[in-house]
């Protein structure tokens, strides 16, 4: 388990940049946080590290978005739904067959349906910084645990590329 201090909006995007960068494909990425803790800004630079040109929005309403690119993303926010079947319904693991990267914001809800190699980044609002914990821009910690030996080596590289 690894822990950053994400002090800006900046540094949140800098590192998923970082982190889409060193994907090659196949890797499932969980974020959990609260509403506001940043998951979309992340899942924004990840989507600008694997190089794709589409805006990316939370895909709350439409439950899963796919962006095109040289290496696809796919990107599920089941935050609405109240049953994994209901994940399972619109052909949730077919998703991961395909090659892309597997993002998922909200990863907490149904955690019976993550694969067995994921990376958990959990995303939280640094009550202890100075300033308006309602701020937009107000800092972050960011902690990273692997399950698996994609995801450990994985972090082991992000640790080595953004010590921070």
């Not at 067995?116 to 309602?134: F, K, Q, S, T, V």
């Amino acid at each position: 388990m690894k822990r950053w201090s994400l002090p800006t909006r900046a540094d949140t995007g800098r590192f998923g940049d970082a982190l889409g960068r060193r994907l090659c494909g196949g890797e499932t990425i969980a974020l959990v946080g609260d509403l506001g803790a940043g998951k979309t800004t992340l899942a924004r630079a990840i989507a600008r590290g694997l190089g794709i040109q589409s805006p990316v929005s939370s895909p709350t309403f439409g439950i899963v978005h796919e962006y095109p690119g040289p290496i696809p993303l796919i990107h599920f926010d089941p935050y609405r739904l109240n049953r994994a079947e209901d994940l399972l319904e619109i052909g949730y693991d077919e998703y991961f067959e395909r090659g892309g990267v597997v993002l998922i914001e909200w990863a907490d809800k149904f955690p019976e349906l993550l694969p067995e190699d994921y990376l958990m980044l959990r995303l939280e609002i640094d009550l202890n910084a100075e300033g308006d914990a309602n701020a937009e821009d107000v800092p972050r910690t960011l902690q990273a645990e692997a399950a698996g030996p994609t995801s450990g080596a994985l972090v082991t590289d992000l640790i080595a590329a953004f010590p921070g």
